[in-house]
């Protein structure tokens, strides 16, 4: 489906759910179709855990500093 811009504009939301469905949509200025619109597909699937074992997170990682508390709150 070839659609003007302007046309688009007001369609915007119909014209994503199409695409979203497999609809290939092309987006023309004056006749002069300028860019397609296609559903957004990630080219691989995240891998959790890659650092796992290769970062150290401290016993004491929670525990409020003394120093660090002055310079937010002032000396109390």
């Known amino acids: 489906m070839i659609i003007n811009v302007s046309e688009a504009r007001n369609q915007l939301s119909k014209l994503i759910d199409m695409a979203h469905h497999g609809e ?3 987006l ?10 296609i559903a957004y597909k ?9 650092l796992k074992g ?8 929670m525990d409020e ?4 508390n002055a310079l937010f709150y002032g000396n109390t």
């Open 65 to 68: 500093d003394d120093e660090i």
């Open 24 to 26: 290939k949509i092309i």
């Open 54 to 61: 290769q970062i150290h997170i401290p016993e004491n990682f």
């Open 42 to 50: 990630p080219k691989t699937k995240r891998k959790l855990g890659l």
């Open 28 to 37: 023309a200025k004056n006749i002069l179709p300028l860019v397609e619109l």
